[in-house]
T-cell receptor
Framework: DAKTTQPNSMESNEEEPVHLPCNHS???????IHWYRQLPSQGPEYVIH???SNVNNRMASLAIAEDRKSSTLILHRATLRDAAVYYC????????????FGKGTKLTVNP | GAGVSQSPSNKVTEKGKDVELRCDPI?????LYWYRQSLGQGLEFLIY????????KSGLPSDRFSAERTGGSVSTLTIQRTQQEDSAVYLC?????????????FGPGTRLTVL
């Protein structure tokens, strides 16, 4: 499994953009980069995923470095509901596509 | 539509008792995963099902843990002779199929406390 490095915690103010970085230097060429988040007292929820190109959806944008060794999850306007632990997960080829969670980044959003 | 559901939401048991945890995946999802989240270990994979078969049981911590899935739908995780270190939140997730670009949909979890 590809190793990931994320900041333990980050802070943002409401309605400001947030850039959550992730290093995954050992990622293989066919691994998708998935992001999940876990709100307090809830199960994880899917945020976004990508392979090589930058991706946008209603929740966030994902910027993937050209060498694919890092990626950044972008929340364009943070809300209080975005306070959660964010996990960057390279999905490795192996047949089960199980998610291997690291420690993630705990995002605090200040009103 | 209905998401992944799990029951019970909370379970308190005494050390040495057996427990059964249930997961109802999203209808039509062929892949089903069990994870657990404890304070010391974070979120860890336990087992996954493709249909009714479990090709990857590598995450089960001991032979006290077992799981089955019937009819390609409901899954039960059984823990025999529970120990205090089994206390955790047990999470179930389902996915339309095993594919690297598929998202997993998680249930709310079962909080297990072993006294």
């Amino acid at each position: 499994d590809a190793k990931t490095t994320q900041p333990n915690s980050m802070e943002s103010n409401e309605e400001e953009p947030v850039h959550l970085p992730c290093n995954h230097s050992t990622i293989s060429g066919t691994d998708y980069i998935h992001w999940y988040r876990q709100l307090p007292s809830q199960g994880p929820e899917y945020v976004i995923h990508g392979l090589t190109s930058n991706v946008n959806n209603r929740m966030a944008s994902l910027a993937i470095a050209e060498d694919r060794k890092s990626s950044t999850l972008i929340l364009h306007r943070a809300t209080l509901r975005d306070a959660a632990v964010y996990y960057c997960i390279p999905l490795t080829q192996g047949g089960s596509e199980k998610l291997v969670f690291g420690k993630g980044t705990k995002l605090t959003v200040n009103p | 539509g209905a998401g992944v559901s799990q029951s019970p939401s909370n379970k308190v048991t005494e050390k040495g008792k057996d427990v059964e945890l249930r997961c109802d995946p999203i209808s039509g999802h062929t892949a089903l995963y069990w994870y657990r989240q404890s304070l010391g270990q974070g979120l860890e994979f336990l087992i996954y099902f493709q249909g009714n078969s479990a090709p990857d049981k590598s995450g089960l911590p001991s032979d006290r843990f077992s799981a089955e899935r019937t009819g390609g739908s409901v899954s039960t995780l059984t823990i025999q002779r529970t120990q205090q270190e089994d206390s955790a939140v047990y999470l179930c997730a389902s996915s339309p199929q095993i594919q690297k670009d598929n998202e997993q949909f998680f249930g709310p979890g079962t909080r297990l406390t072993v006294l």
